[in-house]
Structure formats: C-alpha cells, structure tokens
C-alpha cells in the first residue's frame, strides 16, 4: 500500500461534475478577472475567517507583497520575520526594497518567539510578518502589544492556516492584514494560483482594492503606484465550490493528526506536534521531531509511505539572504530533525495511519 502526502485528482473526484459546471458558467459569460464570482468569494472567505473584508489578489505571494504595501512598507525598512517559513514570506520584504530581520522561533511550536522579536524591534521597523506554520496561529497577543507599542504593522502570513484559530478567534483577524494563499496544495486550493489578503480595517481594504489594480481609479486615472495582482473568475469560482467542503475537509485533517498524537505519543526519538490550548491548528501539515530523520525517511519510502522535509535549510543560512545572515540556533537545529507525515484526509484513514505508526516504530525498534 503506498501512502502519499497527497492525491488532488482524489480530492476533487466527489466535486468534478460541479468545477466543470462551475467553468462552464464563467466560460459563458466571458468576463474573466475581478467580477461577481471573485467578489462573491471575498465576502465567503472572510466569512469563514471571522475578518470584515476580503481582497482577491494573483497569489499568496502577492498577498504579501500588496499588504506590506498597504502598511506602507519602503525601501530600507525593516521587517522581522521567522527565517522557518517558505521563501514567498520574505520575497514580499525583499521585492519592497525593504530588509528582513531574521529573528528564532519557539522550539515547540515552530512560530516565531515573541521574546525574539522584541530584542529585534527597533527605530527601522516597518512590519512584523508572523507565519502561522502548518497551520497553528503563532503567538499573536504578544506580537501585537509589541507592534502597538512601536507602531508596526502586523501582517500574518496565514497561507498554511485558513480556518485556525487562536483564542477562538480566526487566522487572519488578528493583526492588522492576513494573507492566504489558493496554491493548489493549500488546505482552500484553486485550480491554479490565486490569494487573499484580508483585513477589518475600512482603509487599508480601500488601499488594497487598489493596490491590486495599478493603483487606478475610474478610467485612466491613478491615486497611487500598484500592481498587477487580480483574481481570476474561474478559480473564485472554483474556490466557491471547495469552500464548502472545507469545514470537513480540516475536520479530516484533525482527526489524522489526533490518530497520529496517539499512536506516535509514545514512541521514543519522535516528538508530536505541540499544541496550547488555546490553539485551533489545522494541520496543513502534521510535522514531527525526529532523531535520525534522514534515515527515518529512507525507512519510510522503503515501505511505500511519502514523507516531506519542510524546510531543510532556513532563510537566513540560504545563500541568496546571506546578507541577512545570523545565528538563529533553533530554526537551525528544527530543520535538521523536522519531518512532515502524510495527513490529507483523501490519502489517510484509521488503516493509513496506523500503518505510518508502526512504520515509525519498527525504525526506532530495528
Ligand atoms: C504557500 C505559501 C506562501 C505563498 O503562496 P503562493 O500562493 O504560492 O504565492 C507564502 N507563505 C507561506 C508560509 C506559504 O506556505
């Protein structure tokens, strides 16, 4: 039985009779970027995320990118962030001319530290970029009394986390933007790319409306300097359909990461993902600690069971950001030992996951 990390064609199999109908409607009316479908889309999201207003961009990336804008983010700012994330996180400061400031992660939790951001928080600083990775929020109280206290901007990369939440309170309301992404592997994935960014704040949603239109008003006019960032028609709509599922969609994620806590709690030299109370995590990926990780992994592909490495190396040790560059001992000791199992609920049943346990155990016993 081989074992996967995940199965799109499966995922969308119970839904195909509706995408097809869902292009065919869009393909018939032949208005293609930012219409009805996409604003339709903005209002469920928001929605389901507990935030007042959603703005359809081109990526999750691009969320970013237009948020950090918003908050009004220039060349030679600065920007703290976790240097354990994917690179889009940083991409966003970088392609402002702003500059990233790395700052360690909690070991448990994988999020940014907030006893680090505030030794990092100075004159400089812009924004403050939580991710909440894996889909567990990152500890925003403490991020936001800080940002307050300086006047930072909080924008939360939620890209891994549509529908967590953190004191019964959802991902992307915490701060002052929060940025999803519809990449196809997201837990809400498009048939293509497409983004987010979402906000309470009347202004800030005026300026991203915006933003992601070269920053023009009616006709050949503009009010500021913006992007190219649209949504398409066909993937809001899309997005719509899988809307729908999404609540059962992370309940089966739950419940694969609750198997797993069980059958993997005891095992020695594997850490379970750490989860406090208040947390709502919605696993988009179940990611344990393990002692000879490589070698588990080898284990694991020798009995058909797909498992993944998010991130082998942080940012601030990537060539690319050595500018950047400092020591930041816990993301780098994390990524040594982090392991991702396989979780989506099209792939993992009771069978699956008992057989990926006694996998992971049989390599620790051998
Ligand atoms: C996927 C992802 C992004 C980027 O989203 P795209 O839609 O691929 O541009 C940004 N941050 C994190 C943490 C992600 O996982």
């Known amino acids: 039985m081989a074992i996967r990390m995940l199965d799109i064609q499966a995922q969308l199999g119970p839904i195909q009779d509706q995408l097809e109908a869902a292009a065919a409607r869009v393909l018939r009316k032949g208005h293609f970027i930012l ?163 979402l906000t309470n704040d009347e202004e800030l949603y005026q300026r991203l409306r915006l933003l992601r239109v070269h920053g023009r008003a009616d006709g050949y006019f503009y009010l500021i300097d913006g992007f190219n960032s649209r949504l398409d028609e066909i993937q809001a709509a899309f997005l719509r359909i899988k809307m729908r599922a999404l609540g059962d969609y992370t309940e089966g994620r739950r419940r694969n990461a609750a198997r797993y806590d069980e059958m993997l709690g005891e095992v020695p030299f594997v850490t379970t993902p750490h989860v406090p109370s208040y947390n709502r995590h919605v696993y988009h990926q179940y990611s344990i600690l393990a002692d000879r990780r490589d070698d588990l992994r080898e284990h694991l592909k020798a009995h058909g069971i797909d498992s993944a490495v998010y991130y082998p190396l942080p940012l601030h040790q990537q060539e690319i950001y050595r500018a950047f560059h400092r020591r930041l001992p816990v993301a780098e000791a994390t990524c040594q030992r982090i392991l991702a199992l396989p979780i989506a609920p099209e792939v993992v049943g009771e069978d699956e996951a008992r057989t990926v346990c006694d996998t992971v155990r049989g390599f620790y016993k051998g």
């Open 35 to 197: 219409g009805e479908e996409v604003e339709a889309l903005e209002r469920e999201v928001a929605a389901h995320c507990g935030v007042r207003y959603g703005v359809g961009v081109a990526s999750g990336t691009d969320a970013l990118l237009l948020a950090l804008a918003a908050a009004g983010v220039q060349r030679g700012d600065e920007v703290i962030t976790t240097p354990f994330t994917y690179v889009a996180t940083v991409q966003a400061v970088t392609h402002l001319g702003a500059r990233p400031v790395f700052v360690d992660i909690d070991p448990r939790t994988f999020n940014l530290d907030p006893e680090q951001v505030k030794r990092a928080i100075g004159r400089r600083t812009r924004a403050i970029i939580p991710v909440h990775l894996f889909g567990q929020c990152a500890e925003m109280d403490a991020i936001n009394d800080l940002a307050a206290r300086r006047n930072v901007a909080v924008v939360e990369d939620s890209a891994q986390a549509v529908g967590a939440t953190y004191h019964g309170r959802g991902a992307c309301g915490l701060g002052h933007m929060g940025c999803l992404s519809f990449y196809p592997t997201k837990n809400l994935g498009a048939c293509g790319d497409g983004g987010m960014v």
